[in-house]
């Protein structure tokens, strides 16, 4: 498949997936408040997950769901959306 480049824009939404840590940091910070978060150790292992994804799209979006990553790792009610089964296996714990 040389040649074809992935597209830039959000499956879910079909808008440019440009967004600055500064964007994410602003949504989490607003969200957080009236979410049921995970642990930090969750946290950093569903981030780890993304990280080694081939899904992932610009460091921060799920080309499957078109969540940002950051923000739903974060959530205790979200999972991972993979074609093959979540990559959050035993993650989903407070």
């Known amino acids: ?12 939404c079909e808008r440019d997936t440009a967004i600055s840590e500064e964007q994410i940091t602003r949504i989490i910070n607003n969200m957080r408040p009236g979410m049921e978060c995970v642990t930090d150790n969750v946290y950093e292992a ?3 997950a993304c990280s080694q994804c081939d899904e992932l799209m610009g460091g921060h979006t799920c080309s499957i769901s078109g ?28």
């Open 67 to 94: 969540s940002i990553v950051r923000v739903r790792a974060l959530a205790v009610n979200q999972n991972c959306p993979g074609y093959n089964g979540s990559r959050w296996q035993g993650t989903s714990l407070k």
């Open 1 to 12: 498949m040389e040649g074809i480049t992935a597209p830039n824009t959000c499956k879910g």
């Open 46 to 48: 569903r981030l780890l």
